[in-house]
């Protein structure tokens, strides 16, 4: 009995503590978005404007003054153009003018404190009362949609999904009329069907935005609410110009600001004495408390659990690594109504994790949009990488992640698009048979072969690109693609193999600049690892080195190695796993090197190029390609040497290549082998991934073209 007593005194003492924390300045830190990656400048490589926010931050709280605010929000600026910093802070409409200070005040030194995004310009942070907010970038009066975030509740309604999703659309829209004549905030709330159960909804904008914005903005948050929260007990939208949320159980303060009334809404809470309004006030609290209390106890008891229910796991996403890039989110509708609900006449391309579609964004950026298969396991971890990873890094060789989507058990990638399309499609586009005609009617090409082409083989790309990719174009694009490897290996802030090197993975942008796509399969190294192992190959015949293949090792000298493939590739114009010269060499790495040790390396060149290119970029290219497909690891160079060599002609005779690697007997380096013997025997046992007969992409689905 005393043990009861114990517990139900401990019990209480702690719903007190966290109805203290609930319901006291409003000042508890929940999350924070830094928007800093997006500019090549970063605080500390500025101290003017370092010194600007330092005064910033404290200036907010001193104008966080009763008298000062008006509607909960206010704005100040400090410095001078370039390094002038913008700042403001708005408060929830239903917390008191004292709670928002307090809540303004706390803040303001927690951000001191904790240095929530200490290397960028711009940062958003959310605290349960308020919100504060700076940027290097003018953004007071300007309705901003992006970066979004989205919470929900665990549990499901007991009542009909549809009719609460109905009756929530229902009691948001009428707040948002609410909202636009009541300084730009409304809470209220809705009996649901036969019961006495009533959800309650809060929405609010930031007070410098017009109410035409306000109205778009959070009419939109509501049109995602279907995507992220249908069904659910709670859920909230959070932009950085409007916020929404609703919840079964009561959630409101005690606020200044009435909200009209609406015929078919009840008001928050009834119109009862100073006594009654104090009890609901204590019972609001109470009920916040325990289901704080509650909630994170069912919290902690599905985490054990969710490793088995694939439903579930998409929580996971955002709790853990994804969880630091919400602000690329793009809600579900919003990127369907980009591809016109994924139609087949945008749809780019399709490969072994899902299929690709052209589309439009809302203010005209034109993307590539990857969807990933529902029922690809490989598909989940492809897209844990490319959010991972790929959102992380920036350089002029790789293509952007634009964004992404994560609904139900939709999972989808937005990249920046890529009008030349992929290298494979402009290297390999023209036929066999459209190759010898060129050759014979070299004279008539311009007016005649190129239509012979197209009518010959419609499946192809247009081929007038083949004659687009002349000698500057194959060197530059060659250099590109060894800036981004380099970039991976040694000068990001990630250590990355990428794995998956390949022609169908380097993308071409609208001035042929080459940009490698496709992080699926990647690998983070730990800054001193030489090396890794897997069980579980996966990858492009034709590209991959072959210890991956026989032993399941990769290191960044395996990314060497499909490096040196693709350029002989590019050089030659012919794919090195379809090689047709059986009668010279039965691969094109033996052609290419059996040439090279005669002295007659450049007639391994395409033949369209005919005699309009540079001898001794050719030959130092091929050169360099041999080098990195040597048999032995070791042998090979790494990134930062083949660009030193292919930028300063630094190869020398002395850098003589061995034969190179011929799969079925790999020499492995005893100092190299880091897996198991039984990584190594199961190796064997996996499948590897092969081109297939019936299609002009490879493996995985980085086709980011037009047909």
Sequence with gaps: MVIGIKKIVCFNLVSIFFAMQYTAGQSIYRYHICLGANYSTTRTGSSTFQTNLNLLIPSLSNNSNPIIIKNGFHNTTVGQIPDTVYGSFQCRGDVSLDDCKTCVQMGTQDINTNQRCPNDKQAIIWFNGCMIRYSNQYYFGIMQDKPADYFWSLNNVSTNPDEFNQILGYLMKNLVTQALSNSSFAIGNKNLPNSTTKVNGFVQCSADISSSDCSRCLNEAIAELPDCCSGKRAGKVIKPSCFLKYDLDPFFQSTTVTSPPHPRVSPPWSANTSKGNSKLAVSIAVLSAIAVFSGTAAWSLWRKKTKTKTKIKKIDYFDDEIRTTDSMHFSFSGVSAATDNFSEANKLGEGGFGSVYKGTLQDKQEIALKRLSKNSRQGEQEFKNEVTLVAKLQHRNLVKLVGFSLAGEEKLLIYEYMPNGSLDQVLFGCTPFCVCLFLF???????????????????????VKCTHLDWERRYSIIGGVARGLLYLHEESRLKIIHRDLKASNILLDKEMNSKIADFGM?????????????????????????????????????????????????????????????????????????HWKNGSDVEILDPTLKDAYCRSEVRRCIHVALLCVQENVLDRPTMPTVV????????????????????????????????????????????????????????????????
């Design 522 to 594: 990647a690998r983070l190294f730990g800054l001193h690892q030489i090396q890794d192992s897997t069980s579980r190959i996966v990858g492009t015949h034709g590209y991959m080195a072959p210890e991956y293949i026989m032993h399941g090792e990769f290191s960044v000298k395996s990314d060497v190695f499909s490096f040196g493939v693709l350029v002989l590739e590019i050089l030659c114009g012919q794919r090195n796993s379809s090689f047709h010269k059986t009668n010279v060499a039965r691969d094109l790495l033996s052609y290419a090197w059996r």
């Design 441 to 463: 009617y070299q004279a008539f090409w311009d007016t005649w072969i190129n239509n012979v082409c197209v009518f010959w083989s419609e499946e192809f790309v247009d081929s």
């Design 644 to 707: 030193q060599m292919l930028n300063n002609n630094s190869v020398t005779s002395h850098d003589l290549p061995s034969s190179p690697a011929f799969l079925a007997d790999s020499t492995r380096h005893p100092d190299l082998n880091l897996g198991s013997s039984k990584e190594q025997a199961s190796s064997r046992d996996e499948s590897i991934s092969e081109v297939l007969p019936w299609s002009v992409n490879e493996v995985s689905v980085s086709e980011l073209y037009p047909r």
